[in-house]
């Protein structure tokens, strides 16, 4: 009932109105000009003249129908005339040649297009369908002031049946259209919001980037590094993946949507040094136990600075990724790594994989503390750490795809 009371109102107030007055209007125009045919060929100058009148009035409401901000002035003055001409058909034609049916559709006109006023309406309807019982029932006791032949009678009702059927037909095409041009709307709506929101959520997803680069090279330039470190170990990480996914290693786990996390997520896996003093960060030498302690606090300040800065992201296995490879990268296959000691399979798979491009691209650069090793040098730790560091399975793959490119 809700359902049919919002609708109804939506109808009343919609630019649907304007449409049921011009498809109201061209009807009463294009019948009335058959009629004024009709009553020209049967002679009967007094129904032929009132439908000159009415031809003209339509024809003018018909013009007008674009400058008008409001159709209850013109539509009243249809439901006059309709009113008037059957009446004045009545008195010439008789009961039996009066289209009262027309009475009753022109009650229900007002309804679709009098706007948000109901009432008004209302009288208008209940008028109507008193006026339309009156005339049933005196319609037999009317009788014809000019005579009219059989034939004439038989033409004029079966022209009667005729708009029967073709106002039926137009309401249902009109009920149609509306019903298709609702649908289409909502349809065209709901594409719209999704395009914004996707626009949205792009531009949200590039600041996030931008932020999350900013705040790596940050990190990163106090390590004298110029960025280059988190370029590379992201072109590392997606290497890794892209080629887990081809040999069919942890389906459960990688995927394409992983392997576009991880890519984002690299960059982060170093955020907590920003926490360490640049004494520890950049001493030239080899750390003394108590400043090792103080560089491991990089993984878990990591992972919570990731959680505070994109926590809230509607993404949460991204999340999950970012906090997985900025806390455990540093984790062993043997349990024997920071922060917690897993080992293992426990180690997020994200993890495992920053561990090998981020080790790597530690050998291969040169560091404040020591030289660079060369690539041949750096797959061969790695390939000795195998099982002991590394997870066996990735470092095998990251091996091969090393020297085979």
């Known amino acids: 009932?809700?359902?049919?009371?919002?609708?109804?109102?939506?109808?009343?107030?919609?630019?649907?109105?304007?449409?049921?007055?011009?498809?109201?209007?061209?009807?009463?125009?294009?019948?009335?000009?058959?009629?004024?045919?009709?009553f020209y060929a049967l002679d009967v100058k007094p129904m032929y003249i009132f439908n000159i009148f009415s031809v003209l009035l339509?024809?003018?409401?018909?013009?007008?129908?674009?400058?008008?901000?409001?159709?209850?002035?013109?539509?009243?003055?249809?439901?006059?005339?309709?009113?008037?001409?059957?009446?004045?058909?009545?008195y010439y034609l008789g009961g039996n040649a009066c289209f009262h049916y027309l009475i009753l559709l022109s009650g229900i006109v007002p309804m679709l297009t009098f706007e948000s006023r109901i009432g008004l309406a209302s009288i208008f309807s209940l008028f109507t369908m008193v006026v339309f019982a009156y005339l049933e029932t005196m319609a037999?006791?009317?009788?014809?002031?000019?005579?009219?032949?059989?034939?004439?009678?038989?033409?004029?009702?079966?022209?009667?049946?005729?708009?029967?059927?073709?106002?039926?037909?137009?309401?249902?095409?009109?009920?149609?259209?509306?019903?298709?041009?609702?649908?289409?709307?909502?349809?065209?709506?709901?594409?719209?919001?999704e395009i914004q929101v996707a626009l949205q959520s792009k531009k949200l997803l590039d600041y996030q980037n931008k932020m999350i680069i900013s705040l790596a090279n940050l990190v990163e330039n106090r390590d004298t590094d110029t960025g280059e470190h988190i370029r590379r170990t992201s072109s590392y990480v997606e290497l890794i993946s892209r080629a887990a996914i081809k040999n069919g290693l942890y389906p459960e786990t990688i995927d394409e949507t992983f392997v576009q996390h991880i890519v984002r997520a690299a960059p982060l896996h170093d955020v907590g040094k920003i926490l360490v003093s640049d004494d520890v960060l950049k001493k030239p030498s080899s750390l003394t136990p108590e400043e090792f302690e103080e560089i491991k606090i990089h993984t878990k300040e990591g992972g919570r600075i990731v959680s505070e800065i994109i926590g809230d992201n509607e993404d949460k296995e991204f999340v999950q990724i970012a906090h997985d490879v900025a806390t455990y990268h540093?984790?062993?296959?043997?349990?024997?790594?920071?922060?917690?000691?897993?080992?293992?399979?426990?180690?997020?798979?994200?993890?495992?994989?920053?561990?090998?491009?981020?080790?790597?691209?530690?050998?291969?650069?040169?560091?404040?503390?020591?030289?660079?090793?060369?690539k041949e040098k750096a797959l061969s730790i790695i390939e000795e750490e195998s099982g002991t560091h590394f997870d066996p399975t990735l470092a095998e793959l990251f091996v091969k795809l090393q020297k085979s490119a």
Not at 66 to 90: D, M, R
Not at 161 to 168: G, P, Q
Request: glycine share 4%.
């Open 1 to 38: 009932m809700d359902f049919l009371k919002n609708f109804l109102r939506k109808l009343v107030t919609h630019q649907y109105a304007k449409l049921f007055y011009t498809f109201t209007i061209a009807f009463a125009l294009a019948y009335h000009a058959v009629y004024l045919c009709v």
């Open 58 to 90: 339509f024809t003018t409401l018909l013009l007008i129908t674009n400058k008008l901000k409001s159709f209850v002035l013109p539509i009243s003055i249809f439901y006059v005339e309709v009113l008037t001409h059957q009446l004045w058909a009545g």
């Open 140 to 193: 037999p006791n009317l009788q014809a002031q000019q005579a009219i032949p059989a034939g004439a009678l038989y033409t004029i009702r079966a022209t009667n049946i005729f708009v029967v059927v073709l106002i039926n037909i137009g309401t249902l095409l009109c009920y149609t259209y509306m019903i298709w041009h609702k649908k289409y709307s909502l349809e065209a709506s709901i594409q719209q919001k």
């Open 330 to 374: 540093h984790e062993r296959w043997d349990g024997k790594g920071y922060p917690t000691g897993i080992k293992g399979d426990a180690i997020p798979i994200s993890a495992r994989i920053m561990a090998l491009a981020d080790v790597f691209d530690a050998l291969i650069s040169p560091r404040c503390y020591k030289k660079n090793f060369t």
